[in-house]
């Protein structure tokens, strides 16, 4: 059998995925699925399809966006004595806003240009993301690129430990200069709520508000991590805590489609209205976005309060229960 595929119609991605489907089964049964191919979602790659990307496209950027709330582990650190070849490092951190008092809030556009550019990315460029075993901050990164408008970004599934059970090409040491990238950085509103948005949310109830964080946080039956900050949760706000989506004791695994949507559901959240995704500073609410987002869900319609709970909890001037 002899199968004619339009290059230009397909993206990098999905060109692997329908050669993949090719290969394994000559049948009309592969060629019926090429519509369905074009246009799912694919924003989580294996390490295989991550690994085919790379060896033939040049356009494609790794990171690591390890980040910890443990702080006796230092993302930096650990990139440097172990990451994929020619990765960068995008720190949650330092790539923020740094006049606010909250962690890790959005920087403005021209800093994330400034950033992203330092880092070698263009707007051209297909951003794969990736982090060191037990951490979730994955999500994040790819949601801070959504916000500033570069679609062109995707999360591998199993993080490092699945790279590495492939085989793929690790280095260490200082990182190697490289080529300053061109990046248009558009920051998209939609995506984001303040706490102004969350408190109209509250008053009316024109919203759904679901928070990330576990549910002994969220029911103030265990503190805080961060030093000062009290315990409880927004009035009329869900509770799905983020690992539920992810494969147990592997914060970089997602479970299948089928589970994630049971998991949303079961938790209260009703598909079709507006939910506002709430954590402790914006990072597993990022976990719970991908998850809708790989549901198929626009994220206008789910937009990420990323003041979180470091910002509702610390006002007085906010209600909170308890």
């Not at 930096?76 to 790539?95: P, T």
């Not at 916000?147 to 490092?160: A, D, E, R, S, T």
Request: proline residues 5%; aromatic residues 10%.
């Amino acid at each position: 059998f002899f199968f004619f595929i339009d290059m230009k119609l397909l993206t990098s991605l999905q060109f692997i995925r329908v050669f993949k489907s090719l290969t394994l089964s000559m049948s009309m049964s592969s060629f019926s699925n090429l519509s369905q191919l074009t246009t799912k979602q694919n924003s989580l790659l294996s390490a295989e399809e991550a690994l085919q990307l790379v060896n033939n496209y040049s356009n494609i950027k790794l990171i690591d966006g390890s980040w910890h709330l443990n702080k006796s582990r230092n993302g930096y650190d650990e990139f440097l004595s172990e990451r994929v070849k020619d990765s960068q490092y995008f720190n949650i951190d330092d790539i923020s806003d740094k006049s606010s008092s909250l962690p890790h809030m959005l920087p403005n556009a021209s800093y994330f240009k400034d950033c992203v550019e330092q880092l070698g990315i263009s707007s051209g460029d297909h951003v794969i993301v990736y982090t060191k075993p037990e951490c979730f901050s994955a999500a994040r990164v790819w949601w801070t690129f959504q916000v500033f408008g570069h679609k062109n970004v995707y999360i591998l599934n199993g993080g490092l430990n699945s790279w590495k059970a492939i085989n793929g090409p690790l280095e260490s040491g200082p990182i190697k200069p490289v080529n300053k990238g061109s990046f248009e950085a558009v920051y998209n509103n939609k995506l984001v709520n303040n706490w102004e948005d969350v408190l109209r949310i509250v008053k009316t109830g024109s919203a759904q508000i679901l928070d990330a964080r576990s549910k002994a946080r969220f029911l103030a039956q265990a503190p805080e991590p961060r030093p000062g900050l009290p315990s409880g949760h927004i009035p009329g706000s869900l509770n799905l805590p983020f690992n539920s989506v992810l494969q147990d004791n592997d914060f970089t695994t997602f479970k299948s489609l089928d589970i994630i949507r049971d998991e949303l559901i079961n938790s209260g959240v009703i598909f079709g209205s507006k939910t506002v995704l709430s954590c402790g500073s914006g990072v597993t609410a990022s976990v719970l976005a991908f998850g809708l987002h790989l549901l198929g869900k626009d994220l206008e319609n789910h937009p990420i309060y990323d003041g979180s709970w470091s910002e509702w909890g610390s006002r007085d001037d906010l209600p909170r229960i308890p």
